[in-house]
């Protein structure tokens, strides 16, 4: 019998145990092909965790056809000094310099990075515009958005990546938001379910914003919501109902690994095989995809955050067994196409 999550285990980032990930039963690689833009992926420097573009290429490279990526904020190498709110274009400067290893070609024929999501405060108001402007000079053609965390409870074991309930409502953050949709860019929306009713309230209230929200919605399963799985599904379904209704808005497939708590990744002997993983996320994912419809959704690995319980052909595989019965047309949105279009690659 599956063993009772952890409380404390979900909503923190563990290094990936390599050895752990490598007894998980091997299984050829499903529609080798099919064309796939990695909408959401990390690179970063940590003591006992480094991921950049060798660790990266050694995912990459085991099986799927991954042709672009797109790296998303995560706090990584900003600038040690000068004015606070510039230093995150330190962490778009660090990027852009793999992403042009990449474009060498020396490295494989993924074009690594050929979107990236900074960070920048959009409290700032309307004086986040030379902020905005200091990414897109960093990013070299690439800079395509910023995620600004919004994700909070107020149950500390949830381990919120905000530090202040309703971000989104503020005025001076709406102001910054308004700045940034008028340079093109995207906003990723990265809200735990019980907060959809607040991003429904943004999207209509700002209806030019290119809104792509992350993680499925950010149902949650561990701490106070743990052992309410149908109570949350449903209250997470009624909140991507309700928002799936805005044109505005796009959703990223997967990223459930660390707040799902679907199976304790940190006692089980193996890994699970891509037909558990299916099992498992088929509902959140199926649901999305059902309600937004292939050309607003985009898979994203979430790596390495996901490496802590799936590899990365694992979790492919698994994306594509859910997306089987997909159209051909349908398929070439949901793996790459909605990507390209949201984030203009």
């Not at 690689?29 to 660790?55: C, K, N, S, T």
């Not at 990584?76 to 990027?95: H, L, N, Q």
């Not at 561990?222 to 949350?232: H, I, T």
Request: aromatic share 8%; with cysteine; proline share 8%.
């Amino acid at each position: 019998m599956e063993k009772a999550p952890s409380e404390t285990q979900y909503g923190r980032i563990f290094a990936p145990d390599e050895t752990w990930l490598a007894k998980a039963p091997p299984e050829p690689i499903l529609e080798p092909e099919l064309p796939i833009v990695d909408a959401h992926h990390h690179l970063w420097h940590r003591p006992d965790h480094p991921y950049f573009l060798p660790e990266l290429l050694a995912d990459l490279n085991t099986g799927h056809n991954v042709v672009a990526t797109v790296f998303i904020e995560c706090h990584a190498m900003y600038r040690a000094a000068g004015p606070v709110e510039m230093r995150p274009v330190g962490e778009v400067e660090f990027v852009a310099g793999i992403a042009a290893m990449s474009d060498s070609g020396l490295y494989g024929p993924t074009r690594v990075a050929a979107g990236i999501v900074g960070h920048a405060d959009l409290r700032l108001g309307d004086a986040v515009e030379p902020v905005l402007e200091a990414l897109v000079r960093a990013g070299g053609g690439r800079f395509c958005g910023i995620r600004q965390q919004a994700s909070h409870d107020a149950d500390p074991v949830i381990g919120s990546g905000c530090p202040e309930p309703h971000l989104l409502a503020r005025p001076d953050f709406r102001r910054g938001l308004e700045r940034l949709t008028a340079m093109g860019l995207a906003y990723d929306l990265w809200v735990f379910h019980p907060q959809l009713g607040e991003a429904l309230d943004l999207a209509e209230a700002m209806p030019d914003a290119n809104l792509v929200l992350g993680h499925c919605g950010g149902p949650l399963g561990y701490g106070p919501y743990a052992g309410r799985r149908d109570e949350v599904f449903q209250t997470w379904k009624a909140g991507m109902t309700a928002l799936a209704r805005c044109p505005n808005v796009s959703v990223k497939l997967g990223g459930m690994m660390m707040r799902l708590a679907a199976y304790d990744y940190r006692t089980r002997a193996a890994p699970p095989d891509s037909a558990e993983l299916a099992r498992l996320w088929g509902p959140y994912i199926e649901t999305c995809i059902e309600l937004f419809g292939a050309d607003r959704c985009l898979f994203e690995s979430n790596f390495p955050v996901e490496k802590m319980g799936i590899g990365y052909a694992t979790l492919w595989n698994a994306f594509k067994r859910i997306a089987a019965g997909a159209s051909a047309s349908e398929k070439k949105a949901l793996f790459a196409g909605t990507a390209e279009r949201v984030y203009g690659l």
